[in-house]
């Protein structure tokens, strides 16, 4: 029987009608997500400067203790100087971080061996951080602009409230990442677990987040472990002494005097 040009504009008509609903569905799910990231950077904001130690150990051996330094710069990225005290001939080493929106981050390390610094290119980022399951990547501070976020669905985490999880899509360039799957915890504002996607959309690892204490007005987890699912190593990390508002500056981040961060 012929189709008529009738049935053809009705047809035609259904599925406009679905292709609308289903792009209003995606644009509600990107708003919903994007607030949900919002309600997490704000509740980290105004901390002016932090200082934590920590304690890395790779697949439950080898051991790394380091300062992490950080300076919340508004508007602008934040930056952070991760300096390395144990073991021996790692002592000394400094990561610094300066953090970019859209423009890839800032990267430069200071080996005291050698008495020498080296910047990092934007593809360097991907590389291993400390012989660790953490890479260059992974340590510059979350901002909120670096993403595009959408939102995936509401889980009980027997947290006190119900956990959200959003997508967080890289907006920059040279990202390992195409995805990072993020659930949060709305009854403190903070991860709980963060799984990485690589660029072929396969999930090669995930962050867990353990053990949360407030700190004055933000909660910091004690505890961090990433597991790599492609080779089964896992990092782990001990948090401990977080201290806010120490003094730092931004004169204390100039990439010409990192090796100050050393002494």
């Given at each position: 029987?012929p ?8 047809a035609s ?8 609903s289903?792009?209003a569905?995606l ?20 901390y002016?400067d ?9 697949n439950?051996?080898s ?28 002592a ?6 300066h ?6 981050d800032?990267?430069?390390?200071y080996l005291p ?13 991907t ?5 660790s399951e ?12 670096k ?5 995936v ?14 997508a ?22 903070q ?10 959309g ?8 353990f ?6 007005r ?14 089964n ?6 948090w ?24």
């Amino acid at each position: 029987m012929p189709v008529s040009f009738r049935n053809i504009l009705a047809a035609s008509a259904c599925l406009l009608s679905l292709s609308l609903s289903l792009d209003a569905a995606l644009a509600q799910g990107d708003a919903r997500g994007r607030q949900i990231a919002s309600q997490v950077s704000q509740s980290d904001a105004e901390y002016g400067d932090e200082v934590v130690e920590g304690v890395l150990t790779i697949n439950g051996g080898s051991r790394r203790s380091f300062t992490m330094n950080t300076l919340e710069r508004e508007p602008g990225g934040d930056r952070r100087a991760v300096v390395f005290h144990e073991p021996r001939d790692l002592a000394g080493f400094v990561s610094l971080n300066h953090s970019e929106i859209l423009r890839p981050d800032q990267q430069w390390i200071y080996l005291p061996q050698l008495n020498r610094t080296r910047r990092l290119s934007a593809r360097d980022k991907t590389g291993s951080f400390a012989g660790s399951e953490f890479s260059f990547e992974d340590i510059v501070r979350w901002e909120l602009e670096k993403y595009d976020y959408q939102y995936v669905e509401t889980v009980n985490c027997g947290a006190p409230k119900p956990c959200e999880t959003i997508a967080n899509i890289p907006r920059y360039e040279y990202s390992s990442y195409s995805k990072l799957v993020e659930t949060i915890d709305m009854a403190i504002l903070q991860p709980r677990n963060i799984k990485y996607f690589d660029l072929s959309g396969r999930h090669f690892k995930t962050l867990e987040f353990f053990d949360y204490r407030k700190v004055g007005r933000y909660w910091r987890p004690a505890r961090t472990v990433m597991t790599n699912h492609v080779t089964n190593d896992v990092s782990q990390i001990l948090w401990s002494n977080y201290r806010f508002g120490t003094g730092l500056s931004e004169a204390d981040y100039n990439a010409e005097r990192i090796e100050r961060w050393a002494r």
